[in-house]
């Protein structure tokens, strides 16, 4: 079974603060996504990776950057967060691009 | 330009009744296409999903979901809902990067069904 683990799992955070989500994948996925869920939006794509090393943009990824130090491991950072980007993180992996994603919990943030 | 459209955001049915929820999607060539669910504070997860070949895909839980080219829709059934199925449901269409090998999803803005006694 797949499995893809996100920490933490709420978070509150102060306008300008630096916050860090983590994401963890034991399924061996090359690829890994991070999105963000809005009411009226569904999922919209913030960063995708290949691979170790690699982070690449997704569709809305100005104020975000992204880390993907391992096969297993990808962050999503905030260096200055904002109100508006309060909001639910998914994190996904996928053993190729066009394949099935795999979600992990999701992260509640919110911003102050 | 790529899109899915969910054009449903919230569907009401009675328990036992049978259920449509719709999807639609623009593109240029026959995608991958799926449908997800997500129960409150949870993740998504996959019901099915439909690459090639029978046009009517099954899935879990006595879903099934019927992809249409000629509507350019994939239309997600289920013949008896369960107040257990209350939960909001995606379709999401598998695009194409330009310039790479990559291939992303786009998420439609989600249903919310409610089942009722």
């Known amino acids: 079974e797949a499995a893809v683990t996100q920490s933490p799992r709420n978070k509150v955070a102060v306008t300008g603060g630096k916050v860090t989500l983590s994401c963890n994948q034991t399924?061996?996925?090359?690829?890994m996504y991070w999105y963000r869920q809005d009411t009226g939006h569904g999922l919209r794509l913030i960063h995708y990776s290949y691979g170790a090393g690699s982070t690449e943009k997704g569709d809305i990824p100005d104020g975000y950057k992204a880390s993907r130090p391992s096969q297993e491991n990808f962050s999503l950072i905030l260096e200055l967060a904002t109100p508006s980007q309060t909001s639910v993180y998914f994190c996904?992996?996928?053993?190729?691009?066009?394949?099935?994603?795999?979600f992990g919990p999701g992260t509640r943030l919110l911003v102050l | 330009a790529q899109s899915v459209t969910q054009p449903d955001a919230r569907v009401t049915v009675s328990e036992g009744a049978s259920l449509q929820l719709r999807c639609k999607y623009s593109s240029s060539v026959t995608p991958y296409l799926f449908w997800y669910v997500q129960y409150p504070r949870q993740g998504l997860q996959l019901l099915l999903k439909y690459y090639s070949g029978d046009p009517v895909v099954q899935g879990v839980n006595g879903f099934e979901a019927e992809f249409s080219k000629s509507n350019s829709s994939f239309h997600l059934r289920k013949a008896s809902v369960h107040w257990s199925d209350s939960a909001v449901y995606f379709c999401?269409?598998?695009?194409?990067?330009?310039?790479?090998?990559?291939?992303?999803?786009?998420f439609g803005q989600g249903t919310s069904l409610s089942v009722v006694p």
């Open positions: 999401a269409v598998s695009f194409s990067i330009a310039s790479s090998s990559f291939s992303k999803l786009v």
């Open positions: 399924n061996n996925h090359n690829n």
């Open positions: 996904a992996s996928g053993s190729w691009g066009g394949d099935t994603q795999y």
